[in-house]
C-alpha cells in the first residue's frame, strides 16, 4: 500500500464520528462488545483479553457541531467533555457497551458520575491509578483494582478472562509499542519522512481498530514510507507537550509544521505509549501490568512527581533524546493539569537553556494563522539566535 | 431595600462566630512565631485533612485554602492572583492556587499580616480535587520542602472498598507516618492519636446537631453563610484539640437557645426577621463579597438550611465519626468519605436527602469558575434534583477569591428572579 492510501484510510476512520468501524467490527463478530476509554490510560490489555475492543473516545474535534453538550458545562470547562456528552446523546456512540474513564482530572472524573446518571443500563468504570508508585503499596492497590476490571470485563464476556489470554494480549500489545516507538524513532531521525500530521492519523487509527490490523497498518505505513523520500526543509526540531487530552485539531498540528517545525516528540494518544518498555509475559500478568505502570510509564501533567528534582526530567530527557532544540507548550482552554504543571516544566527549561513558546486551543479552534505566525516566530528565532 | 454592606468591624456576630476568628487568628500567630519557638510547620489541605495525626507531632498546621479564602475576605486576593498571572499561571487555573502562589511572590504575608513561615513539610493529602497534586508540586517547587503524598482514590461506585481503605492505611504507615516522624523528630504515639481521635468525635457530635438544627422552621442557622463559620474549626487547624470540643458545645449551646427561642439564624444585621425561603445550596461561596453575597440572600429572607461546602472538609451527618478503636482505619474513611470524594450520583442523592429532611423550597447551585472539582456535572446535578423533587433549582457563577468573576447584579437579578419564581409556584400550589 502506498502511503496515501494508508493515510487516507486513516483519514477517513478519524473523520468517522459516528465509529462505523466500531458498527462493522461488531457485526464480523457477533455477540462480540465494544467498550470506550477516554484519555490518558487504560490497561486495554484486558478489554482485548476478554474478546471485547477497546476504542479510545477523545471527543468530538472540531467536526461535531455541539448543540446538547453545551447544556451540561459551564463556559469555563473544557471541550472534551462537552463533545463527548453530544456524541453519546446524539446515539453516536450506542455501538458502545460500556465506558472507561481514567484517572485524569477532576472533569474526566465526574464525567464518569454523569456517565452514570444518563445512561443507566451502560457499564461504566472510573479507572482509579495509584499515584503511590511503591510496588507493595500503590502496586498492591493497583493490582486489586486490575482484578475488579478483570472480573467486571469477564462478566460481561460471559467467560472469566484467564492469564494466559491476558498474557496473549500483552504480547499483541507489546509487539504495537513496539512498532510505534520504531516509527517514533524513525520520525526523530528523519522527521520529512513522517510528518506529523500523518503519524497523528496512524495513531488515531489505532484507537478503534483491533490492535493486531493497527501493528500490521503501522508497519506498512513504515515501509511505504521509507520507500518514498521526501524533500528535506531547514526546519528547526520541536517537542510538543499538553495534547494529551483534548485533542488539537489537524490542522493546528499541520499548522505547526507548515510554520517551520519539525515535530519530533509530543504526547498525542499517551494510551499507545505509556508504558516504556516491553511487559514481561512470564509470571502473574496483573503483577507485571502493575510493574511496568508503576516503574516504566510515561510522565504526564496527570501523574505525581515524587521528587522536587525530577520534575520536568522527562521532557527534558525527550528535548536531549530527539535533539529538539524547542518546545512547544500547547494546551487546552481550561485544562487544569496542562496549565498547571507549564509554569513548572518551563522552569525546568530555563534552568536547561532549552527555548519554548506556549499557546492554548480548543478541539474546534478554527483560527490557526495566530498559531502559525507564532510557531513560525519561534521557528525562527531558534534558527537565528541559538547557538 | 438597603443595598449598602455593612463595614465587616459593624457586623453582629454571635459569640461563637468571635471564638472561631481568634482561633484562626491565634493559629496565625502561631504561625508566625513557630520557627523561632523551635517549632515545625506543616502545610496541609483542609478536605482529607490530616489535623489529629499532624497534632500527634507537634505541628504546627497551615491550610493555604484558608489562606486564600481569609485573604480574600480582606479583599487581598485580586492583586495576588494578577502577580501569579504575571508570572506565567494561566487565567483559566484555580484563583485558590493563584492566591497562594501570589502570596508567597508578595513575600509571604498572611491574611492577618503576619509572615507565614515556610513549610518544613508539605502533606498532600488529597482528596476529591487533582488540583492540590499541582498545588503542592508548584509550592514544593517554590520552597523545595519535603513533601509526602497520600493518595486517596475515588469513591466512584459509591462506596468504600477494602481496597481503597487497606491502601490508604498502607501509605499512612509506611510513608506519613515516619516522613512526620522524621520531619519532627517526634515518635508517633498511637495512644495520642486516640486521644485527639476521641475529641474530634465529641466536636463532629456537637457539628451535626448544630446542623440538623436547620430541619426547624425557622432554621436557627444558616448552614451556608453561618455554616462557613461553624466549620472553620473543624475543618482547619482544630479537629482533634479541646479547643474545637469547647467551640462546637458552645456553638450548640448557642442555637439551643435560638431554637428555643423560635430565633431565625444571625446575619451580619441582626438575627434575620422572617424566613421565607428554605434552600438548599451546592458549591463554595464567593469570598470575595461574601457580606454582599449573604446579603442578597438574608434581605430576602432566603435561608440556607443545608449545604454541600459545609461537608467538604468531612461529612458526618450520614453517621461517620472519628473512631480511636480503629485510628488510622478511621482516619482513612474520613479521607475517602469528603464531599468531593463521592462519585455525582452520590452527590446528587445527597443534595436529595436534604431537600426533602430540611423541607426546602429550592435548590441553588453557586458554580465556582476555580473549581471543576465541585462545577463539572452542576448542571445535571441540578436537573436532576429538580425532576426527582419536583422543587425548581437556579443557578449562579461566581469565583472563590478572584474578585473579577464576582458580578453582584447579575447575581441578584438572578436571585430575586429565582425567589419570585419559587413563590409564585407557592402560590399556584396552595390556590
Known amino acids: ?387 | 431595600m438597603n443595598a449598602t454592606v455593612l463595614n465587616p468591624r459593624d457586623a453582629q456576630k454571635d459569640a461563637s462566630m468571635q471564638l472561631q476568628k481568634d482561633m484562626i487568628a491565634r493559629n496565625y500567630d502561631a504561625l508566625a512565631t513557630a520557627h523561632e519557638m523551635g517549632k515545625k510547620v506543616s502545610s496541609t489541605f483542609v478536605p482529607g485533612n490530616l489535623n489529629e495525626l499532624l497534632m500527634c507531632f507537634d505541628l504546627v498546621r497551615n491550610l493555604p485554602e484558608v489562606n486564600s479564602l481569609q485573604s480574600a475576605m480582606r479583599k487581598k486576593t485580586g492583586a495576588y492572583i494578577m502577580e501569579a498571572e504575571r508570572s506565567g499561571h494561566s487565567e483559566d487555573v484555580c484563583t485558590y492556587v493563584k492566591s497562594d502562589l501570589g502570596m508567597m511572590a508578595k513575600g509571604n504575608i498572611g491574611p492577618t499580616g503576619k509572615p507565614l513561615p515556610k513549610p518544613d513539610v508539605l502533606v498532600l493529602s488529597y482528596t476529591g480535587c487533582f488540583t492540590f497534586m499541582k498545588w503542592f508540586e508548584l509550592v514544593r517547587d517554590q520552597y523545595g520542602c519535603e513533601t509526602v503524598m497520600l493518595h486517596v482514590p475515588y469513591q466512584a461506585d459509591g462506596r468504600i472498598t477494602g481496597n481503597m481503605r487497606n491502601y490508604v492505611v498502607h501509605q499512612l504507615k509506611a510513608n506519613v507516618i515516619p516522613t512526620l516522624e522524621r520531619v519532627s523528630g517526634v515518635r508517633f504515639d498511637i495512644d495520642r492519636l486516640r486521644e485527639y481521635l476521641r475529641e474530634s468525635a465529641r466536636a463532629e457530635e456537637d457539628l451535626v446537631w448544630v446542623l440538623q438544627s436547620a430541619r426547624n422552621r425557622p432554621s436557627p442557622i444558616d448552614a451556608y453563610f453561618g455554616g462557613v463559620y461553624y466549620c472553620g474549626p473543624i475543618f482547619s487547624a482544630f479537629r482533634g484539640s479541646k479547643e474545637a470540643s469547647e467551640y462546637y458545645r458552645l456553638l450548640r449551646g448557642e442555637v439551643g437557645e435560638r431554637l428555643a427561642g423560635g430565633r431565625g439564624p444571625v446575619t451580619p444585621e441582626g438575627d434575620m426577621a422572617e424566613e421565607r425561603f428554605r434552600l438548599v445550596v451546592e458549591g463554595p461561596p464567593n469570598w470575595t463579597s461574601f457580606r454582599e453575597f449573604w446579603k442578597m440572600f438574608y434581605d430576602e429572607g432566603a435561608v440556607v438550611v443545608a449545604s454541600s461546602y459545609t461537608k467538604v472538609g468531612g461529612v458526618y451527618d450520614f453517621g461517620f465519626r472519628h473512631d480511636p478503636d480503629h485510628p488510622l482505619e478511621s482516619l482513612a474513611d474520613y479521607c475517602l468519605g469528603c464531599y468531593t470524594n463521592r462519585s455525582l450520583p452520590m452527590r446528587t442523592n445527597m443534595m436529595c436527602t436534604y431537600m426533602d429532611e430540611y423541607q426546602a423550597d429550592g435548590f441553588l447551585v453557586n458554580s465556582i469558575k476555580s473549581c471543576n472539582s465541585f462545577a463539572a456535572g452542576e448542571l445535571l446535578m441540578l436537573r436532576e434534583i429538580e425532576e426527582r423533587t419536583g422543587k425548581p433549582a437556579a443557578f449562579i457563577e461566581t469565583d472563590l477569591v478572584d474578585p473579577r468573576y464576582f458580578s453582584p447584579a447579575n447575581v441578584k437579578n438572578r436571585l430575586e428572579s429565582y425567589f419570585q419564581m419559587i413563590a409564585q409556584k407557592r402560590t399556584r400550589a396552595a390556590a
Not at chain 1, 274 to 281: A, S, T
Not at chain 1, 297 to 311: G, I, L, M, N, P
Open chain 1, 1 to 387: 500500500m502506498s502511503v496515501k492510501s494508508i493515510i487516507s484510510r486513516c483519514d477517513a476512520l478519524f473523520e468517522d464520528l459516528d465509529f462505523h468501524c466500531v458498527r462493522e467490527w461488531k457485526q464480523a463478530h457477533p455477540g462480540a462488545l465494544a467498550i470506550g476509554y477516554m484519555p490518558i490510560y487504560v490497561p486495554r490489555e484486558l478489554i482485548h483479553a476478554a474478546g471485547i475492543l477497546p476504542v479510545g473516545i477523545l471527543g468530538g474535534g472540531d467536526r461535531l457541531e455541539v448543540i446538547h453538550g453545551d447544556a451540561y458545562y459551564q463556559s469555563y470547562i473544557c471541550r472534551i467533555p462537552r463533545s463527548t456528552i453530544e456524541l453519546a446523546v446524539t446515539g453516536r456512540l450506542d455501538c458502545l457497551d460500556g465506558m472507561l474513564f481514567p484517572s485524569i482530572c477532576d472533569v474526566i472524573r465526574n464525567l464518569s458520575g454523569m456517565w452514570q446518571i444518563k445512561f443507566p443500563g451502560k457499564y461504566v468504570r472510573y479507572f482509579d491509578v495509584p499515584q503511590n508508585y511503591e510496588s507493595d503499596i500503590g502496586g498492591q492497590y493497583y493490582i486489586n483494582e486490575l482484578q475488579v476490571l478483570r472480573d467486571d470485563l469477564g462478566r460481561l464476556a460471559g467467560r472469566p478472562i484467564p492469564d494466559a489470554d491476558i498474557r496473549a494480549s500483552t504480547a499483541a500489545y507489546n509487539e504495537n509499542r513496539r512498532v510505534i516507538a520504531g516509527l517514533y524513532q524513525y520520525r526523530a531521525a528523519k522527521p520529512w519522512q513522517v510528518p506529523t500530521a500523518e503519524l497523528y492519523l496512524l495513531l488515531r487509527a489505532g484507537l478503534v481498530l483491533p490492535v493486531e490490523e493497527h501493528t500490521r497498518l503501522l508497519g506498512e505505513y513504515l515501509a511505504a514510507t521509507d520507500a518514498e523520500p521526501r524533500p528535506v526543509r531547514d526546519n528547526c526540531r520541536v517537542v510538543v507537550t499538553g495534547m494529551f487530552c483534548e485533542q488539537p485539531p489537524l490542522g493546528l498540528i499541520k499548522s505547526i509544521e507548515m510554520a517551520g517545525c519539525y515535530i519530533v516528540d509530543d504526547d498525542f494518544m499517551l494510551v499507545a505509549r505509556w508504558l516504556l518498555d516491553e511487559v514481561p509475559l512470564e509470571g502473574d500478568p496483573l503483577q507485571n501490568l502493575s510493574e511496568a505502570f508503576l516503574k516504566r510509564s510515561a510522565e504526564s501533567a496527570a501523574k505525581f512527581v515524587a521528587r522536587r528534582e525530577d520534575k520536568g526530567r522527562f521532557l527534558i530527557d525527550s528535548v536531549r533524546h530527539n535533539r529538539a532544540e524547542g518546545v512547544v507548550f500547547a494546551a487546552p482552554s481550561f485544562c487544569d493539569p496542562a496549565l498547571l504543571e507549564r509554569p513548572m516544566l518551563q522552569r525546568a527549561l530555563n534552568r536547561e537553556g532549552i527555548p519554548y513558546t506556549a499557546f492554548k486551543y480548543a478541539e474546534n479552534s478554527g483560527q490557526m494563522q495566530p498559531i502559525r505566525e507564532q510557531a513560525g516566530t519561534f521557528a525562527d528565532s531558534i534558527k537565528l539566535w541559538s547557538e
